[in-house]
């Protein structure tokens, strides 16, 4: 089922998991890089102190040999101006120091550096005078003698701004990834889950309906109305709504109980409209059509016509082969109204045998013929066990400052009229 | 396999070393550690030159105690770790006595050494104070920079009436630091001052920079206590229009100090041994006898006296080992050389005069000799 922060949970969840995913990923592939570049680096510069040793042990190591200490500060000096090397200290053959370039280094070798020395050279990684340094230690060995030893520390500043600048570009990278990613994610979001959602929003909302201006007006009639265009609202859009129950996405099942209520409530409201035995409108949904157009009609100076319909004689054909087939009679007229009308025109069941139908739009004259072609559809119709039925019909037009109820005795008037004139026929009022 | 290399190895040592021992029995074995190649070489060659003149007068006359020296020749390729290795050379080689080395750096490194193999060793002109104070196996043929240095401080306050100095020193030569460091003392203690002290290190060829500085100071005196480079000193400072009078030491008379641009030398002095035109029997006859094998330079007579103060030693010693010769070496007493009475002092160190020479748009004539007290 879907909570309530459901959707923005699991989105901002899973781009949080991919992201924190690729940056492990990249970040192992950082680290493996940058190791490896930094062993590389460190390794060349192994390399380049031990050449730097091999290009000066002779002239170094006789002048350690000799202990000439001007001579070896000179030497010092031109080496120092080489970049990156921050310090050098020479000690003799013992391991005593001789000179330094650095105060804070002016110490002897211990006896066991000057043993591990004899062997090969060391490197170490320090920190120094708060910067990284490689200290270099490595004994000087000229023709084969070992004479001294000395020490350089090596900044590695070099490497760590190379660092930096990965880190950096790293960095960059992953943000650059993470906007792509996060955009990615953002379209599909919107594509799979924000679309139907809001189709869904779209749907309601056209359901609802936003007709301001009835929206202004007060009454029965108006809510009414907007019922009414909810609901063929519904029926149109609901086709839109490919919904299925079987899914699991919890959007489209949202959607699907959304789609269900809303047809429990539409059947709902159609039900209460309806006249049980024809399927035709009711008296309720008559009275609030009338008020409706009647309250149209004065605001859009439009006119409209309402035929009042009375089967003749129908009690009689009640007593005589009972309500079933009475009732039969009434379906069958209801059918043909339903069929002989435009998709405007509402028809609907008065009462009893009484039918009433309003003709939005049309003048007496046009419901006139409109309803003596319904006269003569009814006789000419073939009712079981009744035979032949006849109907009379009252007509009138709306008249401006008519209310319901004037019109409503207008045509009750002229279909008593048509009564009175001897049954089936039409009379105006 | 391996086994039979092996003894068969041993078995040639064994020969070998049975072969070599019979001939040192009519040998005496005299090593000479001198430069052959790097910088020193060209200076040292005269050197090696009258060291074996000398070995060939003695072994035209018989040898000693009726057996020929054996003169080996060792290269100390102008350096001082080279220098203890070829010393170490010598020793295993077999050498009762070793001459050499010239420049006292390399003699620094030798010294040591030979004393504690108790190897007896002849310095021809290595005139670092350090260089005998090393032990009683250690003797030299000239005199001190203790002694050298103050007689070319008086020289420049005296003859030179100089009250001002510069000094251009090689720091990479033990020989220069000593000499420039007892100058500076005795010149200062005679009122002098010394303007400044001009560092340069071996191999060095250019020395323009330096000299600016020099310059500016304008000295009465350019103090340049070095080897053969000091040529190119010499003549830098002359072409950049230094006034002062160049003096040197001991250093100076090769032929190279002349090729590289000494033969230029306006006006210069310097210290020597030992010069050609010394108006002595010992000297006018060693010339003569000299000059027909190699040609007569300020090193010749030194490094002869050298190679025949160790002889002379080798015949007065009871037997022809180390220890003897050392005793009979420190025994010496007048000895009559070319360049003076050599008797030495409990150091090892003979008491000697300085020549003073004059070089006149370079062509060393003798100016004068300083006599110690």
Redesign the interface.
Same mark, same amino acid.
């Given at each position: 089922m879907l909570y309530r922060q459901s959707i923005r949970y699991k989105i901002n969840l899973t781009v949080a998991l991919t992201l924190l995913a690729v940056t492990l990923v990249f970040g192992i592939v950082l680290t493996v890089y940058e190791t490896q570049r930094r062993n590389v680096a460190i390794q060349q510069i192994k390399l380049s102190l031990n050449d730097l040793t091999s290009q000066y042990r002779e002239q170094l190591g006789n002048e350690i040999f000799a202990a000439l200490i001007m001579a070896i500060q000179a030497t010092m000096a031109d080496i120092m101006k080489r970049k990156s090397v921050l310090a050098i200290t020479t000690y003799d053959e013992f391991g005593d120091m001789l000179v330094s370039t650095d105060n804070s280094l002016q110490k002897n070798l211990s006896e066991k550096q000057v043993a591990v020395l004899s062997s090969a050279p060391t490197s170490i990684l320090q920190k120094w005078n708060g910067q990284s340094v490689l200290t270099f230690t490595s004994p000087i060995m000229a023709y084969g003698e070992k004479v001294g030893f000395w020490q350089i520390h090596y900044s590695l500043a070099t490497m760590e701004r190379q660092t930096l600048e990965i880190i950096f570009i790293f960095v960059t990278l992953i943000l650059s990834l993470s906007t792509l990613i996060g955009l990615l994610l953002n379209s599909i979001f919107v594509r799979f889950i924000l679309n139907p959602v809001n189709m869904l929003r779209n749907t309601m909302q056209h359901i609802q309906g936003s007709d301001r201006e009835i929206d202004q007006e007060t009454g029965k009639a108006v809510r009414h109305q907007r019922l009414d265009k909810m609901v063929q609202a519904f029926d149109e859009l609901s086709d839109d709504l490919v919904l299925s129950h079987a899914t699991d996405n919890e959007i489209s099942s949202l959607a699907y109980s959304f789609q269900q209520m809303l047809f429990a409530l539409k059947t709902a409201y159609v039900g209460i409209r309806t006249d049980a035995l024809t399927g035709l409108n009711n008296r309720m949904k008559l009275d609030e059509v009338l008020e409706n157009e009647v309250n149209r009609a004065q605001r859009y100076q439009s006119t409209f016509s309402i035929i009042m319909l009375d089967i003749d004689y129908f009690k009689k054909v009640n007593d005589t082969y009972g309500h079933l087939v009475g009732d039969e009679v009434l379906k069958k007229v209801a059918d043909l109204l339903k069929r002989t009308f435009r998709k405007t025109d509402v028809p609907g069941r008065w009462g009893g045998e009484e039918f009433l139908i309003l003709l939005p739009q049309q003048d007496r004259i046009r419901a006139c013929m409109i309803a003596e072609r319904l006269r003569a559809a009814i006789e000419a119709s073939e009712f079981p066990d009744v035979g032949t039925i006849t109907s009379s019909f009252g007509v009138t037009e709306h008249a401006s400052e008519d209310t319901v109820e004037n019109l409503i005795k207008r045509a009750d008037d002229a279909l008593y009229r048509a009564k009175e004139l001897g049954r089936n026929r039409v009379e105006e009022g | 396999m391996k086994k039979l290399i092996i003894v068969f190895v041993l078995l040639l040592a064994i020969f070998s070393a049975g072969l070599s021992t019979s001939r040192a029995g009519d040998e005496i074995k005299v090593a000479a550690i001198f430069a052959k190649s790097g910088e020193a070489a060209e200076d040292n060659l005269e050197l090696f030159e009258a060291v074996r003149f000398a070995v060939e007068e003695v072994n035209a006359k018989g040898g000693l105690h009726g057996k020929k020296i054996k003169l080996i020749e060792y290269d100390n390729?102008s350096?001082? +770790?080279?220098s203890? =290795?070829a010393a170490k050379q010598a020793v295993k080689d077999g050498a009762v006595a070793v001459i050499g080395a010239s420049w006292s /750096?390399h003699s =620094?490194?030798i010294a040591p050494y030979l004393q504690k193999m108790k190897v007896p060793m002849v310095s021809p002109d290595s005139t670092h104070p350090d260089v005998t104070k090393t032990g009683d196996y250690i003797f030299r043929a000239c005199f001190v920079d203790t002694w050298q240095g103050k007689a070319l401080a008086m020289f420049a306050k005296d003859e030179l009436k100089a009250t001002t100095t510069v000094i251009v020193q090689n +720091?990479? /030569?033990?020989y220069s =630091?000593g000499i420039a460091e007892m100058f500076e003392q005795n010149f200062v203690a005679g009122g002098g001052k010394v303007l400044a002290v001009l560092?340069y290190?071996?191999q060095q060829t250019d020395f323009t920079d330096l000299l600016k500085e020099a310059k500016e100071l304008n000295p009465d005196v350019l103090f340049i206590p070095g080897h053969a480079e000091s040529g190119y000193v010499v003549r830098q400072a002359q072409k950049i229009g230094i006034k002062a009078k160049m003096l040197g030491g001991d250093g100076w008379p090769y032929r190279q100090f002349y090729a590289n641009g000494g033969q230029d030398l306006k006006e210069g002095y310097y210290t020597a041994h030992w010069n050609k035109n010394l108006d002595t029997e010992k000297t006018k006859d060693f010339i003569a006898r000299y000059k027909n094998v190699y040609e007569v330079t300020d090193f010749a007579a030194i490094s002869y006296d050298a190679a025949m103060l160790l002889f002379d030693a080798i015949k007065r010693a009871d037997s022809i080992d180390r220890h003897s010769i050392r005793d009979a070496l420190a025994a010496t007493k007048d000895f009559d050389g070319v360049t003076g009475k050599i008797s030495f002092n409990e150091n090892g160190d003979p008491k000697k005069q300085a020549v003073v020479m004059k070089i006149t748009d370079g062509r060393p004539a003798l100016l004068m000799i300083i006599t110690p007290d």
């Open positions: - | 390729h350096t001082p +770790i080279q203890r =290795l /750096s =620094l490194a +720091i990479s /030569s033990d =630091l560092n290190k071996s």
